[in-house]
């Protein structure tokens, strides 16, 4: 399959979902790899938004991209139409903070996609592959993706609600017709939410004309599809997709999803090291990495690692660990310091990956905002998770971690380190 762009430029207006406010858009036709990019034109300067997961700087009730101070809202319908018809290379020009909720559904921007029409580039797309299943899980809520030719989706909803209930829809991309099956689906609402909402700074130019608000006893929209809930969910999904930035093969199953679990699944999945390949990284890989040794080191295993960005690992707690021995003996929960130090631990495999061949060494040097929320018993396997806040050059280092037993947070704090050259000679010079 070849990319793909637009013949000609579109150009809509209208109000924003969240901000009220009127704004326009235009999008506007490139060539071969440049990707699909937003850019504020009532800003000064520069200020173009790659539309990836990497750019989400909030999933509160819709997907806000940003970069510098930047920001674009409400991108998830726009971009699920043009992940649909294949759209690789755009200019998404942006007079306002937010895209256009035109009426609330995908249907009129994919209507002015057909009425343009799709020009074929000569640069091959680029495929992301899923070869093995992967699994995302928070609270009740789940993303799985299974080995896949082309993009199914299958999603299902389940709100405690008479109205709205338990739904199921599948989609097909290369199968099904996105124009009459799915982009016709609108965003949706509770009536007992709208003046949260509305405090928040959230659905200020929401109304009956571009959104189904559901009351307790009735919808006060008239449904365009008898499943229109678990449609529009979908319609979501895939703009979400969107943002991994290739064409996407793999069967998704998705429950209960929503806009942050969705980014979440997607740091899951482009933590493959290759496609297909999660990065898994065993011990013997570790003892590469850290420069600590049994009884002292705490990570058995990387899950994930984006080199001074992200990682996730595991320490599986057994009752023969050594400081069970005096630590409660009677009733032995793992120390709280010992926990603070294996989320410094895949902070520092997180630091150190790429810079093995330099001979550096991360120093502890600081710990801030910790709390230790639960204690961790034998039997327990502790999801470690760090992102980093900042580095300065090869020399400092400041992370955010947390640490997670069967998705309850245990242990969370922000990390300090000094990344300082070894040194084989004495220590005190």
Same mark, same amino acid.
């Given at each position: @399959?070849?990319?793909? &762009? ?6 809509f207006s ?14 506007i ?8 990019k937003?850019?504020?034109? +009532?800003?000064?300067?520069n200020?173009?938004?790659?539309a990836n997961?990497k ?11 940003g970069?510098g ?18 759209i690789?290379?755009?200019l ?7 895209i256009?909720?035109?009426d609330?559904?995908?249907a ?8 343009t029409?799709?020009?074929?580039l ?12 992967v699994?995302f899980?928070e ?8 080995p896949? +030719?082309?993009?199914?989706?299958t999603?299902?909803v ?16 290369d199968?099904d ?9 609108r ?6 939410e ?5 405090k ?6 929401g109304?009956?004309?571009n ?5 307790k +006893? ?8 008898? +499943? ?8 979501d999904?895939?703009?979400?997709i969107a943002?991994?930035g ?6 998704i199953?998705a ?16 933590a ?5 390949? @999660?990065?898994?990284?065993?011990i ?15 990570v ?12 996730v ?21 793992m120390?709280?310091v010992?926990i603070?130090e294996?989320?410094a631990q895949?902070?520092?495999?997180m630091?150190?990956?790429?810079r093995r061949h330099?001979?550096?060494?991360p120093?502890?040097t600081?710990?801030d905002k ?14 470690? &998770? ?9 020399q @400092?280092?400041k992370i955010?971690?947390?640490? &997670?037993?069967?998705?309850?947070l245990v242990?969370?704090?922000?990390f300090?380190f000094?990344? @300082?050259?070894?040194k ?6």
């Amino acid at each position: @399959m070849k990319q793909k &762009t637009l013949k000609n430029i579109i150009e809509f207006s209208g109000v924003g979902l969240h901000s009220g406010c009127e704004v326009s858009v235009r999008l506007i036709p490139k060539n071969e790899n440049f990707g699909i990019k937003f850019k504020r034109t +009532d800003l000064p300067g520069n200020n173009e938004i790659e539309a990836n997961y990497k750019n989400v700087a909030s999933t509160q009730r819709s997907v806000t991209l940003g970069a510098g101070d930047a920001r674009v809202k409400t991108v998830e319908h726009l971009l699920a139409a043009l992940y649909a018809y294949g759209i690789d290379n755009l200019l998404i020009e942006v007079k306002g903070e937010e895209i256009p909720a035109v009426d609330g559904s995908a249907a009129p921007f994919a209507q002015k996609i057909l009425e343009t029409g799709i020009l074929e580039l000569p640069a091959e797309k680029e495929y992301f592959c899923i070869k093995e299943p992967v699994n995302f899980k928070e609270s009740d809520s789940f993303i799985s993706a299974y080995p896949s +030719d082309a993009l199914k989706v299958t999603v299902v909803v389940n709100f405690n609600h008479p109205l709205a209930g338990y739904q199921v829809f599948e989609f097909e991309k290369d199968k099904d017709d996105f124009f009459t099956a799915l982009s016709p689906a609108r965003t949706f609402g509770f009536w007992e939410e709208i003046e949260f909402l509305k405090k928040n700074n959230l659905a200020l130019g929401g109304s009956p004309d571009n959104a189904i608000i559901i009351k307790k +006893d009735k919808i006060m929209t008239k449904l365009r599809f008898d +499943d229109e809930i678990v449609r529009h969910k979908c319609l979501d999904l895939i703009g979400d997709i969107a943002l991994l930035g290739k064409d996407l093969k793999a069967h998704i199953c998705a429950y209960k999803s929503s806009h942050g679990l969705d980014i979440k699944f997607l740091k899951k999945i482009t933590a493959f090291k290759k496609e297909g390949e @999660m990065a898994d990284i065993d011990i013997n890989e570790i003892l590469k990495i850290l420069p600590h040794r049994y009884p002292f080191l705490l990570v058995d295993r990387v899950l994930e690692l984006e080199d001074d960005k992200r990682a996730v690992g595991i320490k599986n707690v057994t009752y023969n660990e050594p400081f069970f021995t005096g630590h409660f003996p009677e009733k032995p929960i793992m120390p709280g310091v010992l926990i603070i130090e294996a989320l410094a631990q895949i902070g520092g495999i997180m630091l150190l990956n790429k810079r093995r061949h330099m001979k550096i060494i991360p120093y502890f040097t600081g710990i801030d905002k910790v709390r230790i929320r639960k204690a961790v018993i034998p039997g327990d396997q502790i999801l470690l &998770t760090a992102e980093v806040i900042s580095i300065r050059g090869n020399q @400092m280092g400041k992370i955010r971690a947390k640490a &997670t037993v069967n998705g309850k947070l245990v242990t969370e704090g922000e990390f300090m380190f000094a990344l @300082m050259p070894e040194k084989t000679e004495d220590r005190g010079e």
